[in-house]
DNA sequence: GGGAGAAAAAATGAAAGAATTTATAGTAGA
DNA sequence: TCTACTATAAATTCTTTCATTTTTTCTCCC
């Protein structure tokens, strides 16, 4: 496939034009990360944008006293890094640790600022996604400050089956390796109640979990626990 | 002061150049509200975006069971309202309600989209914002998801001290009409857990509240009680 | 302008409930 | 085999819930 289609595939250049994509893809490189791999730490000084081609990202911030929080998910297409510009913000506020074998396009700043006086057009879309991203994060707040810890277990298995999920038959499968640590550090609870609430919710046949596997055999049950 | 002074002031119109402004201008409608009005309604379509000139504004979403969360305090200079542009997705996701007396600037949706398009230097302000809001909303999401109850409104605290606080000689005065309540939905506890806790601090002297004022003594120790 | 009554906000205690902490053990990949 | 992940249980801590009281503010009326 050629660059030109490939970038089109991305939501951050959608509505640009064939002759400003040209353009654009010069400024972006690809990168490979494993399993497992930082891509960047918080604190980090001008990490740059990262648009992910393949895999999953996640976005996570520490306490002083050890504890980790995942802020975000990100998935294919989604854009994470440095973007306040302009800003005496220099440093990033978020690790960035690859969930998966990930495949990314990146950006420098500087780059990057460059494209958005340029075109307009990529300036909007940019605009967009944060916002996406604004209205993810208060849905996950309104989830972590309204619920207790089965609710906000479910909005995340949700969660997780409107972006990663696929249908098969009358269940969702979410295939990813995400443990019930991560889950736990998604929702503010700790191991053992994710672990707790999951397996009891696989007694009950809710769902159904394997290794780098969960689905989900009852949508209803789930949407129900949250308020 | 002319209006084109006063919108220099506004940290979206910072770096736009004076032909610039005198054009924008137009397209932007002053609009005031009471303490206590609503601004817009969650679900409500379009509402337009809107740039706080005066006063402090609550944005709030609501569960199924009747509990409310502050997703985010907005004060002079913020922006909100309905900033996803060109996306199927008509609908405020948040009801925006003044707490104070406020004055507001106002622009449809469809004018602010053409001015993005028009003036490149203004969409590049606003993805600044829209990424300070996503900055923001995840050190909320990781006081949530990490902290007890006292570091949660110890964090809230120092958030207002440093966004509203005014400095008066070893104290921080935070001079704004936020009830217990609202604490309470900021941080996703009751209102008796927020009342007992401030009025225990207040008893230890790291803090003292009077009526529409919160003051700050002691912020080491507000800040020693987050993880 | 002051006072009465209503409404809103703050305060507090006791009991119940939810989730964490701590501990211990089994399981499966690398 | 070793490490990371999953599993389960009991005790403890934190927070909520419910009930009641006090204080403050607002508003209407004289």
Redo the contacts with the bound molecule.
Sequence with gaps: MGKIEYFQQIPLFTGLKVNELEKITGYFHEKEYKKGEYIFFEGDEEPGIYIILEGLVKLIKETTDGKTVIVRLATKGDVFGWLVLGENRPSSTYTAQSLTNAKVLHISNTDFLRLLTEYPALAVRITCEATKMVLEAYERLKSLAA??????IASILLELARKIGKEDGDKIVIKA????????EMT?????????I???W??EGFIN???NKIEILDMDFLEDLIS
Tied chains: 1, 2.
């Design positions: 619920e207790k810890v089965e609710g906000r390796p995400i443990t019930r640590q991560d889950l736990a503010g609870t700790t191991v053992e109640t994710a672990i707790r999951m397996s009891k696989k007694k979990t394997e290794r």
